[in-house]
């Protein structure tokens, strides 16, 4: 049971590249979201999916796309990756209702974008 | 919306002694989940504890204790017997029962120093 797992660790872009951010997980968890973590403010929720086929907006989702095709991946793309788009990306995720709920986070993705 | 809000950047405190973190929040909303989370340097989100705002009694985990004040808005972590390990950032979070997606809304975290 490996968890969420992100890859890549760290990647440089330069301005106007694409990219994928890779999550998934193996504990059949239904509600899977991506937060963006920068200095001084915390995580802040980027987009978030309650099942295969849905998807939302959170708080900062401008500049990227996700989509949801089985319950396992949740991709965060950056179309055209810019300088404000440089921080820490974290995937999580979580079954959902119940409650005794748990969030689990994958290890980061460190984005740096020239 | 609601709003959380971390007024410690920094805290230090020496190994062995108790140290509380500050957390005040915003709410409109009579049920919702409250959490701390420690993210060490390896930058990994660790569940602290969490608090659900129907119960009355503190959360407890081992060395870590809540103090929940539902009136006020104040969500305090203690932590005692400080150890090295305790060393992280910490992060107050709350989550909304209501709506769809449930998300999590995070302050802005506050630096835990242990000095030995």
């Known amino acids: 049971n490996a968890g969420v797992t992100q890859t890549p660790k760290f990647q440089v872009l330069k301005t106007g590249q694409s990219m994928t951010l890779q999550c998934a997980q193996d504990?059949?968890?239904?509600?899977m979201s991506w937060y963006r973590q920068d200095p001084g403010m915390g995580l802040r929720l980027i987009h978030y999916?309650?099942?295969?086929?849905?998807?939302d907006q959170g708080e900062v989702p401008n500049g990227y796309n996700v989509s949801r095709s089985t319950t396992e991946d949740f991709p965060l793309r950056l179309l055209s990756a810019a300088p404000s788009q440089t921080s820490v990306y974290f995937c999580?995720?979580?079954?959902?209702?119940?409650?005794?709920?748990?969030?689990?986070f994958g290890p980061g993705t460190r984005l740096l974008v020239l | 919306a609601q709003t959380v809000t971390q007024s410690q950047p920094e805290m230090s405190v020496q190994e062995a002694e108790t140290v509380t973190l500050s957390c005040t929040y915003d709410?409109?909303?009579?049920?919702?989940?409250l959490f701390w989370y420690k993210q060490p340097p390896s930058r990994q989100m660790i569940l602290v504890i969490r608090?659900?705002?129907?119960?009355?009694q503190n959360a407890t985990e081992n060395r870590f204790s809540v103090n929940f004040q539902k009136a006020a808005k104040s969500f305090s972590l203690k932590i005692s017997d400080s150890q090295l390990g305790d060393a992280a950032m910490y992060f107050c979070?709350?989550?909304?029962?209501?709506?769809?997606?449930?998300?999590?809304?995070f302050g802005a975290g506050t630096i835990l120093r242990v000095k030995s």
């Open positions: 999580a995720s979580r079954q959902q209702g119940g409650v005794q709920e748990t969030q689990y």
């Open positions: 504990m059949n968890h239904e509600y």
């Open positions: 999916s309650v099942g295969a086929g849905i998807t």
């Open positions: 709410t409109s909303e009579s049920d919702y989940y």
């Open positions: 608090q659900e705002a129907y119960k009355q």
């Open positions: 979070a709350y989550r909304s029962l209501l709506g769809y997606g449930n998300k999590l809304v």
